[in-house]
């Protein structure tokens, strides 16, 4: 029997400062999740950004973390 495939980890990079943000505004393309633990919303689209990451590997994918 097939197995399943073993879960990914997340690779969304960490955007901690606005200077790391600022640093972003030359690059040609990249996504920029903003996530916060606190809104059940922000945990399915987590789900929605995960999927968008194993279908465009080449693009870069930031998380910032917001809190309330």
Known sequence: PRKAPEP?????LP???TE???A???APLVVV?????????SLLAADE???FEEEHPTVPV???DVHD
């Open 20 to 22: 790391s943000f600022e």
């Open 8 to 12: 990914r980890p997340p690779t969304m």
């Open 33 to 41: 999740y903003k996530h916060s633990t606190r809104c059940p919303i």
């Open 24 to 26: 972003l505004r030359d």
């Open 62 to 64: 930031y998380a910032v």
């Open 49 to 51: 950004v995960a999927r």
């Open 15 to 17: 955007l901690p400062s």
